[in-house]
């Protein structure tokens, strides 16, 4: 008995893994995931740091205020109380304000032996402007024109409305304090004459 003997048909295996193209197009999905993440967490974070920073400059300008509303001695055993207390913005450095007392009563700072302490912001952040304005006419320390060079917000007992003053002791209205990010982003601090204060977000024009 003859049989006949056929080939048996082949049948292919399925792959066991990838191939080279494939793992290389999957590390890249993986690498631009991964980027885009760290990158809107990072952004998310500077963002973060920055409104605590403003936070920061307000509560600031609020402690110059309850010192300058409240009975509070200039040095100890001195048995004076009468002076202003205020926080003082300068353009020759970007990273530090001053809270103050103003003992010459000149209504502004005018020097270190004014200071009472010294507030420096997270490396990479600073103050870019500020801004003192009364209605629509406002004079800042960038004006490529007169720049202001300092600013000073004062309180004063029993006057519960802050004095605004620029280094030559022009009064405003408001103050714009601006805090920026390492990323560019802008808060604002902005302080009223009635006393009130607050922290805004800025657009930044690019």
Known sequence: MIHHLYPKPHIPHPRAGFTLVELLVVISIFTIISLVVLFKNTQFNSQIILSNLAYDVALSIREAQVYGLSVREATPGSGSFEYAYGVHFSSDNSSVYQLF?????????????????????????????????????????????????????????????????????????????FVESPGGTQRMVLVQSSGQIAVEVVDVEA
């Open 101 to 177: 007392i103003d003992q010459d009563e000149n209504d502004r700072f005018t020097g270190s032996g004014e200071t009472l302490n010294t507030y420096t912001l997270r490396s990479g952040f600073f103050i870019p402007r500020f801004c003192g304005a009364n209605g629509a006419v406002e004079n800042c320390s960038d004006d490529t024109v007169t720049p202001i060079t300092g600013l000073s917000v004062i309180f004063r007992r029993p006057d519960p409305e802050s004095l605004i003053t620029d280094n030559t002791g022009a009064q405003y209205g408001t103050a714009s304090i």
